[in-house]
């Protein structure tokens, strides 16, 4: 994590690395402060999103690519400029099912990712 990150009035993607997250889905922290965090997160197709749950909310934007989103007991497609929101410790995950990018906005922002 780059000190620029932190309360960066613009962000330059293309210096920004990638971190692998799992087979398949690497992040990257684009900027942050306490309350609000964005990360960049892209998919190969198959990569999974673990089904998890954290007390953040959560809205994702899908910027390319098709993903099936679980959000609790429902499950839906979701591709290029569509969105969705997470409530605090709602259970969650996604199957990547055609290779994209989703960004993610989290409030407040994730002390376990940095």
């Not at 960066?8 to 609000?36: C, H, S």
């Not at 959000?71 to 979701?78: N, Q």
């Amino acid at each position: 994590m780059t000190t620029n990150q932190l309360n960066a009035l613009f962000v330059d993607d293309q210096n920004l690395p990638w971190e692998q997250v799992a087979e398949g889905v690497k992040r990257k922290i684009m900027t942050y402060d306490a309350n609000l965090m964005m990360v960049k997160v892209a998919f190969e197709t198959g990569g999974i999103g673990t089904p998890h749950s954290h007390y953040h909310t959560q809205m994702s934007y899908v910027a390319s690519g098709a993903f099936s989103i679980t959000i609790g007991d429902e499950i839906r497609t979701v591709r290029t400029g569509d969105a969705y929101y997470i409530p605090p410790n709602v259970w969650h995950g996604a199957v990547c099912e055609e290779a994209g990018v989703l960004v993610d906005i989290f409030t407040p922002m994730r002390e376990d990712f940095v």
